[in-house]
């Protein structure tokens, strides 16, 4: 990823600046992230040197995951190819860009092949705006996310990441506990060197 712009948040691209001016955002503005990062700068356990590929991936996850939350448009999502994208989670069969974006971030992650009665958080039942109320109700300070560990550079990135909140509202009938949630996994970006030579894309 390209360096971030004036004012651009700490550890992500393509929120603010220049070409961001005709951006159509979901929620009707650029997303803040003030508090999640600071959640996540209290809590990492690893911080990168600038400019290395662990920092670069971070920064690609961090910018793909807000362009697909908060962009609403696949014209103006940057860390993305949108005419050759494609998706899979869990095992599950590869999504297009536009299919990704009709079911939201939230469901397109949590796309599991378990049967429903054994679901606590059933993605098929849920919608884009529902998915977004369950999850920053019972996360208010957002789940931060790092880069743990990068097995590969491009164009064919593998990394481990670690992802975490705290549960302080409601989820699903279930009270707060206050407790951290902590999820551990393995990614596989396939990249195309598109940008400047110390950047790379989402293909």
């Known amino acids: 990823m390209a360096g971030a712009e004036v ?3 700490k550890y992500r691209s393509f929120i ?3 070409g961001e001016r005709d951006t159509v955002w979901r929620y009707g503005a650029p997303p803040n992230y003030d508090v999640v990062n600071k959640l996540f700068e209290e809590e990492r356990t690893q911080v990168w040197p600038e400019g290395s590929l662990e920092e670069k991936v971070q920064r690609l996850l961090k910018s793909w995951e ?6 609403a448009r696949p014209e103006d999502q940057k860390t993305v190819n949108s005419e050759k994208y494609s998706a899979s989670t869990n095992g599950m ?6 299919e990704v974006m009709a079911i939201g971030g939230y469901n397109n992650f949590l796309r599991t092949k378990l049967p429903p009665e054994h679901r606590i958080y059933d993605p098929d039942s849920e919608t884009v705006e529902s998915a977004m109320a369950t999850f920053t109700t019972a996360f208010p300070r957002g ?3 790092e880069v743990l560990d990068v097995y590969s550079g491009p164009p064919r990135i593998a990394f481990k ?3 975490w909140g705290y549960m302080e509202g409601p989820f699903k009938g ?5 407790q951290r949630v902590e999820l551990f996994g393995v990614c596989i970006f396939h990249v195309c060197l598109c940008f ?6 989402l293909s």
């Open 161 to 163: 990441f670690r992802h």
């Open 196 to 201: 400047a030579a110390s950047s790379f894309s």
């Open 16 to 18: 603010h600046g220049e």
């Open 174 to 178: 279930h009270p707060p506990h206050g």
């Open 93 to 98: 069969s590869a999504l297009t860009r536009a």
């Open 143 to 145: 789940f931060a996310i």
């Open 7 to 9: 004012g651009e948040d």
């Open 66 to 71: 807000m362009e697909l939350v908060h962009k």
